[in-house]
């Protein structure tokens, strides 16, 4: 049985910082992406980062980059979200995710967590 499991989030003021964790079991992902999105209320669910599990390749979404850091233990089957110099509109649940392709789609995941709520205050 597929499980990814999303921890880390909760309150933070703006300007602070979050790790998110997702811990993933009951399969090999190594040949797999492994994606963060976010979905914040009234709003579509919008990629954050992925990065290819084997390689570490990783690709950002532009709102994100140079403030969140994607990363993976091999060795714990974990992949992270650092998430620094939040922002207000940061505030969202975020989502791990899982595809067998390199995709920003979330339409194109197979596996997902069940998210955890990060909320950033002004």
């Known amino acids: 049985q597929v499980q990814l499991v999303e921890s880390g989030g909760g309150l933070v003021q703006a300007g602070g910082s979050l790790r998110l964790s997702c811990a993933a079991s009951?399969?090999?992902?190594?040949?797999?992406?492994m994606g963060w999105f976010r979905q914040a209320p009234g709003k579509e669910r919008e990629f954050v980062a992925r990065?290819?599990?084997?390689?570490?390749?990783?690709l950002y979404a532009d709102s994100v980059k140079g403030r969140f850091t994607i990363s993976r233990d091999n060795s714990k089957n974990t992949v992270y979200l650092q998430m620094s110099s939040l922002r207000p509109e940061d505030t969202a649940v975020y989502y791990c995710?899982?595809?067998?392709?390199?995709?920003?789609?979330?339409?194109?995941?197979?596996?997902w967590g069940q998210g955890t709520q990060v909320t950033v205050s002004s």
């Open positions: 995710a899982a595809s067998r392709i390199a995709t920003t789609s979330p339409n194109l995941y197979n596996y």
């Open positions: 009951g399969r090999s992902f190594s040949s797999y992406t």
């Open positions: 990065i290819y599990w084997s390689s570490g390749t990783i």
